[in-house]
């Protein structure tokens, strides 16, 4: 038996679906008390101890369940496209399953994402929805989630879901640079770039509960993903679904 | 602290609704996906038992 057959036997038998259930138990306690703890210290500082803005007043403090938000349902849809591309390649199932798991997350942080920056939008512009650039394309990702969710949900035979499923995150994964750029590439009512620029032009008593809160978020997005896989895994043991990466489902 | 009493908390300068309405949703959704995933978890470990004991009833029964 050559090297490199043993590391891609290792590597398969690594990311074996009973090995990643035994993974996903030891760290969920870490994930999910991490998640909760940073979410409530974002949030009390956020509607507590952090100053209101000088013209949005303490409507500001929506920033800090709206950014998470939005930045989640873009982080989380670029995952589930890479997960399903290994899936789609190499035919890592546990890829097809973390994808499969990653879209009601994503979703939900889409709506969240929506309703949120509505709220906002109605005492900061007057209105709750504008067909701009950046509301529109955030929009579009809704759809593509719930388009994804549908096939997934249409197809019977799990692999071939799975394969369908990557296939429409990554021709939808355009909308992501799409998403993030409409700001600087259209006129649009929705705010500029606040953070991913050299010098973030957020004062830092409003940035640092918000970073809590982007890490509570990051946490919170992997706790239920990885939940969700879990809950997969369960299930294709059920149907008695290979796991094998070279057998076939029937 | 940014407010001087608990009803100007509530208040939140006039925004109440809104700041309230959208830590509100967040709570909500983000609870319910939790609250959902954890049910599922549970409800597939005990089929997943009930089967295993069923087979084991059903092997020994064809012993």
């Known amino acids: 038996m050559s090297t490199a057959y043993s590391w891609v036997t290792a590597f398969y038998h690594l990311a074996a679906p009973p090995r990643c259930y035994q993974l996903i138990g030891v760290l969920l306690p870490w994930l999910g008390g991490g998640a909760a703890l940073f979410f409530i210290v974002g949030c009390v500082w956020g509607l507590v101890f952090s100053p209101p803005d000088y013209q949005q007043g303490d409507s500001v403090r929506i920033m800090y369940v709206h950014v998470p938000a939005a930045m989640g349902s873009m982080a989380v849809y670029v995952l589930m496209a890479l997960m399903g591309a290994i899936g789609l390649i190499w035919h890592i199932k546990i890829a097809d399953m973390m994808a499969r798991s990653c879209a009601p997350v994503g979703a939900a942080f889409t709506v969240l994402a929506l309703v949120t920056g509505s709220l906002w939008g109605k005492p900061t512009w007057g209105t709750y929805w504008v067909w701009d650039a950046r509301l529109t394309s955030e929009l579009i990702l809704l759809f593509l989630y719930m388009g994804y969710i549908a096939v997934q949900n249409a197809i019977e035979d799990r692999d071939k879901a799975a394969h369908a499923g990557a296939l429409i995150a990554l021709v939808g994964l355009v909308n992501i640079p799409i998403i993030h750029y409409s700001v600087e590439w259209w006129n649009t009512l929705h705010q500029g770039t606040s953070l991913f620029k050299l010098k973030p032009s957020l004062d830092s008593r409003l940035l640092m509960p918000l970073v809590v809160m982007l890490v509570a978020y990051a946490l919170i997005a992997w706790t239920l993903i990885l939940i969700g896989t879990r809950n997969e895994i369960l299930l294709r043991r059920r149907q008695s679904i290979p796991v094998q990466p070279w057998k076939k489902s029937t | ?63």
């Open chain 2, 1 to 63: 602290m940014s407010f001087t009493s608990w009803s100007a908390f509530w208040q939140m300068g006039g925004y109440g609704p809104y700041v309230w309405g959208a830590y509100g949703i967040t709570v909500i959704v983000l609870g319910g996906l939790l609250v959902g995933y954890l049910w599922r978890a549970r409800r597939l470990r005990q089929q997943l038992a009930h089967e295993l004991r069923r087979n084991q009833v059903q092997r020994l029964r064809s012993k």
